[in-house]
């Protein structure tokens, strides 16, 4: 693999033992850390090119909240206006638009949920919030947040901490919320949304068959708790071959802190990706930890490297002794496949991340950790492979 002078001086510089460190950023001293710039590339670039326009409710700045969801089968895509509750389909092949879903207008949204909350960020407000492919090719899965739980629940299916589990201070230290996961009413001292009240929501997934082009016949299969705040509160989503989805919970945190001890604690949902069966109600499992708060994930297909011809071996020299072979020659049936996700960053990097799929999909216990949160071992916070 040929590294660029960048990706060579990155690594040098995460394996130096002079390599700085946030936690003491305050001395003037030392560098504060970030990663190096990309290289311009004359190889690699990206033409932008108009084929279609979807309508909006409102194109003032910091008034919608939309987001383009494209993992799914044939030549379809949608578009989710997401503060407003509604979705569009895009046909890739006519450049058709087309209203699926209002959620002020259209029968068929599921009974018993609560969309008509309010809050005062746009950027927070999702009454629909993610959307994927299902388990077929007719039908898809569609994430409403709910201020309410949906009918045949009682609790949510993945959980925020415990009540009280975890204070923070923020502001610099000057401020205490004793319940960091249900602050209540954002305080003076935030730089955005000062003095909005934050609210608990249930994030609710919906499996629709698609007639026509049309969304039909909702039916639930599991509920994920949330943290209305201005923050962090993921919602990226990819199926998977077996029926089964990836969903990124967010750190279910507020603006401005470190992530606390969650994501990094394997019985806590906030700051994870969760596995959840689409076909039976109630099943996920964790599958990674450390996430900040990732918004698009896609799984990729890595081809597999021609065999070279086999050499005639050398013989042995006797002076040479044992020696290591550093190259694997194992084979995974299932190592062409890959998860990469975006994850947003907080003060020092933004990341782009990819696991073999395999690694997320088998039957162990292990569960992969990206960094983000603070650690239960050592105290420390860490963002990707910073300290801060």
Request: aromatic residues 10%; contains cysteine; glycine residues 8%.
């Amino acid at each position: 693999m040929k590294f660029s002078l960048t990706a060579y001086s990155t690594l040098l510089l995460l394996s130096s033992p002079n390599s700085c460190n946030l936690a003491k950023a305050q001395d003037s001293t030392r560098p504060i850390c970030s990663p190096d710039p990309l290289e311009y590339s004359e190889a690699i670039s990206l033409k932008v090119e108009k084929v279609g326009s979807i309508p909006t409710q409102t194109t003032n700045a910091w008034y919608y909240n939309m987001q383009s969801m494209d993992n799914f089968d044939g030549d379809t895509i949608y578009f989710l206006d997401q503060k407003f509750g509604m979705i569009y389909s895009f046909d890739t092949s006519t450049s058709e638009t087309k209203t699926v879903l209002d959620m002020k207008s259209s029968d068929n949204i599921p009974e018993g949920l609560t969309l008509d909350w309010s809050y005062g960020s746009s950027g927070q407000t999702y009454k629909v919030k993610s959307m994927s492919q299902g388990t077929s090719s007719d039908e898809v899965i569609v994430v409403f947040t709910s201020s309410t739980l949906p009918p045949g629940w009682t609790e949510a299916d993945s959980k925020l901490p415990a009540p009280g589990a975890f204070g923070a201070y923020v502001c610099g230290g000057v401020t205490w919320i004793p319940d960091i996961y249900r602050p209540g009413v954002i305080p003076e001292c935030f730089d955005t949304q000062k003095g909005l009240p934050s609210l608990t929501g249930y994030d609710t997934f919906y499996k629709y068959t698609v007639v026509n082009g049309e969304l039909t016949k909702p039916e639930p299969f599991f509920v994920s708790e949330s943290n209305i705040a201005p923050g962090h509160l993921g919602g990226g989503i990819v199926p998977v071959d077996d029926g089964r989805i990836l969903w990124s919970t967010g750190d279910c945190n507020v603006f401005g802190t470190d992530g606390m001890y969650a994501p990094q604690l394997d019985h806590e949902s906030c700051g994870k990706i969760l596995l959840i069966d689409a076909k039976s109600k109630h099943s996920f499992k964790i599958v990674a930890k450390g996430v900040r708060n990732s918004q698009q994930m896609r799984v990729f297909t890595q081809p597999r490297a021609p065999k070279s011809p086999k050499a005639p071996k050398a013989p042995k020299s006797p002076k040479e002794g044992r020696t290591r072979n550093l190259k694997s020659t194992k084979s995974d049936s299932h190592g062409t496949k890959y998860l990469a996700f975006m994850d947003i960053g907080g003060v020092t990097a933004e990341e782009v991340n990819a696991v073999p799929l395999h690694k997320l999909l088998d039957d162990s216990s292990h569960i992969e950790n990206f960094g983000w949160g603070r650690n239960i071992d050592d105290g420390k916070a860490r963002e990707g492979t910073f300290y801060v």
